[in-house]
């Protein structure tokens, strides 16, 4: 009986690592085309590069004035977390804490919205932007991604609050804190495991953005990185050569980003099952 469990646990190995290699083949044709010339990605895109054109890296950086790209996704995807995370657990603690009918309604319509594909709701946000006189703006795009990133947000904040004991806020409020006191040196910091799934989550998905940024932003100065790596290809024309080192570029700082956080995924989630 041991023997057979181990050989079963012996082919499911087999067949995740099999998986694992179907994943990991984007990131060999990527970071394999990137080194080569033009004409040997048209050649045989699959074959290992015959000379590693190093150089690819410095003329797409410089085409495609990747430091301005890469300071314009740094900041809008730094302070777009900062202000997802702080305003989706203020917004959680005060509906878990004040549980009245309002909250509760509002919680139900966060939720609700979730399931909207943002396709559906492009134009309404984009003709609201356009109200607000934010459009090609960073600050438009800050805001856009604040209104479509807080519902899932506050959901996850909200089951996780529910973890945390009323006892040490009375505890707190009883030592003269004040409310606002109160969350932020109690409770925001037993809300950690949430607060960093929340954080790498919308971390990935606003740098990799694409779409948001292509409505609002077309001041060339404004472009973020994937923005400036679509700038390669054209209408007749596409630069593999100077594209695939590009987005080399661009992915490298969220995957090491994702690598060193990752871990938090899954403790906040699993934390705010059990908890929540």
């Known amino acids: 009986m041991e023997t057979r469990s181990r050989g079963r646990n012996f082919v499911i190995e087999i067949i995740m690592a099999l998986v694992a290699l179907v994943f990991l083949a984007p990131f060999y044709f990527l970071f394999a085309n990137s080194v080569k010339s033009f004409g040997e990605i048209l050649s045989n895109a699959a074959s290992w590069p015959s000379k590693f054109n190093w150089d690819n890296y410095s003329k797409a950086w410089e085409l495609a004035r990747f430091s301005e790209a890469f300071r314009n996704s740094a900041l809008i995807t730094i ?23 309002f909250n509760r309604i509002l919680l139900m319509l966060f939720v609700m919205s979730m399931v909207v594909p943002f396709q559906t709701i492009m134009i309404p946000v984009l003709k609201v932007v356009n109200t607000l ?11 856009t991604n604040l209104g479509l990133s807080l519902p899932l947000a506050v959901f996850l904040f909200h089951g996780f609050v529910k973890s945390v ?11 003269g804190c004040n409310p606002i006191t109160v969350f932020f040196r109690i409770v925001l910091p037993l ?18 953005d694409y779409l948001l940024p292509s409505l609002i932003l077309q001041n060339p100065s404004l472009r973020t990185i994937p923005l400036a790596t679509y700038s390669f290809f054209g209408q007749y024309t596409k630069q593999w050569d100077m594209a695939l080192p590009a987005l080399a570029i661009g992915i490298l700082p969220i995957v090491i980003f994702y690598l ?13 099952s059990v908890k929540g």
């Open 260 to 272: 060193l956080l990752q871990r938090y995924i899954v403790e906040g989630i699993a934390a705010g």
């Open 79 to 101: 302070v777009s977390v900062i202000l997802i995370t702080l305003f989706s657990a203020m917004a959680a603690y005060k509906m878990v804490r004040s549980n009245t009918k």
């Open 165 to 175: 004991p009323l006892e040490i806020e009375e505890a707190a409020t009883v030592d």
């Open 191 to 208: 809300l950690k495991p949430m607060m960093m799934t929340i954080i790498v989550l919308n971390a990935l998905a606003i740098w990799n």
């Open 133 to 143: 006189g934010v459009n090609n703006s960073i600050w438009g795009l800050l805001l």
